[in-house]
Each structure stands twice: as structure tokens, then as C-alpha cells.
């Protein structure tokens, strides 16, 4: 399975970080491609391409705040959940995606 992922937070410093580590690190366990855009502090970094998008299976927005941008994911199955639960619960944030 292919997942792109959006982290966000609103002082975009720590938890943005913090939280798209954990997402890349549960994926790869899990068996699975990601990719993480965050958008902190310095604003977008490691942007999602055009192909990233279309190519997803689905997107992950671990973001306490509006996502930068959101039109670039229309028509893509989206799970949102709080930046903490990609920090503190990464597995159970998978759960939702396959279930």
C-alpha cells in the first residue's frame, strides 16, 4: 500500500516533526511506502509531488491545523487524526486506514 502523510501543528516545530518520524517509522514496519510532507515553522518541506498524490492509496493528515494547500488532495481518501495520536499511537492511526 502506498500512503502519503501531512504532519502539522500549530507552532510547527517539535510535534510536526515528531509526529512524521513516527508515521515513516510504524509504515516501514508495517510493510508499507510513505511518504510525509510537514509543514512547520519553515513551511513546506519534503512537498508531495503531483504523482506522490495520484499514486496514494490513501492520505494520512496528522495536523492540528488547516493543511497548507488542501486542494492538491481532492478526490483522495483522507484520514485525519491529531498530531498526538501519530506520536503516541502510530499503529492505531494505520488501524483507521485499513479498516
Do not use: W
Not at 76 to 91: E, G, H, N, W, Y
Amino acid at each position: 500500500m502506498k500512503i502519503i502523510a501531512v504532519t502539522a501543528c500549530p507552532t510547527g516545530i517539535a510535534h510536526t516533526y515528531m509526529a512524521a518520524e513516527q508515521l515513516e517509522k510504524t509504515a516501514k514496519s508495517l510493510g508499507y511506502q510513505i511518504k510525509v510532507e510537514t509543514q512547520g515553522a519553515m513551511g513546506i518541506e519534503n512537498a508531495l509531488s503531483a504523482k506522490d498524490i495520484s499514486e496514494a492509496d490513501v492520505a494520512i493528515f496528522a495536523v492540528d491545523i488547516e493543511v497548507e494547500e488542501r486542494e492538491r488532495f481532492s478526490g483522495k481518501r483522507i484520514v485525519q487524526v491529531p498530531v498526538k495520536d501519530a506520536i503516541k499511537d502510530p499503529k492505531a492511526v494505520f488501524a483507521k486506514i485499513s479498516g
